[in-house]
């Protein structure tokens, strides 16, 4: 059993519920190797050093201890999520504010990522989403080694990868190969995804990245400029007058008029508006840029919890990747950087939502995890109501 908390926490606020739920973290209620207690560990930790309880911290430090006992128990793939190495460092490095020595381990899985990396061992033409995306591809690995350190020459075979598959206006390389007979990808086979966790917003995040920490390249331009392009042609409004975008490209058919409820991190708007704002900003495109916030500011104006918010479990409702937590963070992005007064408003209203529903973390159905999970949910809060470390929004693309 878990010892005793010296004060007890509350639950009603954000900060409590995060200690009580790093509290009760064992190993085996982990999603193996995923980032998310080791990222809410360091966050909780942080905020904790400026009141001198002490309390929250050590609930921190236990948490950090039986995560580490999860590391290795992955399958071994480089995802950023799914339990995947590129995650497994994120982890690691922000595991470290609070056992330095896991630094070590940390740099030597950093080496392991940047070896095989240099092996180039993704698709080029009929892609799988693990050839190019975000949760599980080369695009998060990416984001993994810039969220943990600068990165060396030796992540060039990750952008040059990424930078190929954009070498033509219509992307035609991103057009998926091995869907056909898949239970729960068939409708995407053919096509191109542009979702922000499995598609062309996902990819636009991590060369973006790559453009603010390398320099303008020529190539890297490019290929940037050409996702922004698509993901602006696949755009058209909804029956609300929101901007958005379908799950996949509508190859020059838009989508019939109706509802486009989901509106999150992951699919549609906000989570394409800010990989079409960050990159225009990152390549002083203030028209792109402008065209982005106009398209946030749809959401925004029309955004409504009862409709935009859906699902039979809290994860679909209150997550980072399908949920409130997701829209909250981007609204927070919005906000500071493009200084969107829409944006502000949004994060406010979403602030509430979320803090009146802290009890839902409870639920037995959640799990542990960053994108999906309870720690996700309290690293938004955190972070965007609560002036926590911004340092762990890489890994979603944002900043």
């Known amino acids: 059993m878990p010892p005793r908390l010296p004060t007890p926490p509350d639950f009603r606020q954000p900060l409590g519920r995060a200690v009580g739920i790093l509290h009760g973290f064992t190993a085996g209620s982990a999603v193996a190797c995923d980032p998310g207690v080791p990222v809410l560990a360091a966050l909780v930790a942080a905020t904790d050093s400026g009141s001198g309880s002490g309390s929250a911290a050590s609930a921190a430090r236990r948490a950090v201890a039986a995560w580490v006992t999860t590391v290795g128990r992955g399958p071994g793939h480089h995802a950023l999520y799914n339990s995947g190495l590129a995650g497994t460092l994120v982890g690691l490095h922000h595991a470290a504010a609070l056992h330095p020595p896991l630094l070590r381990l940390a740099d030597r899985l950093r080496g392991h990522l940047l070896t095989t990396a240099g092996q180039r061992p993704w698709r080029t033409e009929q892609v799988a989403l693990p050839d190019y995306d975000l949760i599980s591809g080369p695009s998060g690995t990416l984001l993994a080694l810039y969220a943990t350190s600068p990165v060396p020459a030796q992540a060039a075979p990750l952008v040059d990868h990424l930078v190929e598959l954009c070498d033509s206006a219509a992307l035609p390389r991103l057009r998926t190969g091995p869907y056909e007979n898949d239970p729960d990808l068939h409708w995407l086979h053919g096509r191109i995804n542009t979702g922000t966790g499995h598609g062309v917003a996902g990819l636009t995040t991590a060369l973006t990245a790559a453009v603010r920490r390398t320099g303008p390249e020529p190539r890297l331009v490019r290929a940037l400029r050409r996702t922004v392009d698509w993901l602006v042609r696949q755009s058209f409004t909804d029956d609300r007058s ?126 542990p995890g960053l994108l999906g999970g309870t720690t996700g949910v309290l690293a938004a809060l955190l972070t965007a109501g609560h002036g926590a470390s911004r340092s762990w929004l890489t890994c979603l693309g944002l900043r």
């Not at 020059?252 to 989570?271: D, K, L, M, S, V």
């Not at 982005?292 to 749809?298: E, N, S, V």
């Not at 997701?326 to 992005?333: M, N, P, Q, R, T």
């Open 242 to 367: 929101v901007r958005s975008w379908a799950a996949a490209g509508h190859d020059g058919t838009p989508p019939a008029p109706g509802p486009w409820p989901r509106q999150a991190w992951c699919y549609g708007n906000p989570g394409v508006t800010w990989a079409l704002w960050d990159a225009a900003d990152a390549l002083g495109d203030e028209r792109t840029a402008a065209w982005a916030a106009t398209a946030f500011t749809t959401l925004a104006d029309a955004y409504d919890p009862d409709y935009h918010l859906y699902g039979e479990l809290p994860a679909d409702r209150l997550g980072i990747c399908h949920g409130a937590a997701g829209v909250l963070a981007v609204a927070d992005a919005f906000a500071r950087h493009a200084r969107l007064p829409a944006a502000a408003g949004l994060r406010t209203e979403l602030l509430r939502h979320l803090e009146a529903r802290l009890p839902e973390l409870d639920e037995p159905t959640w799990h």
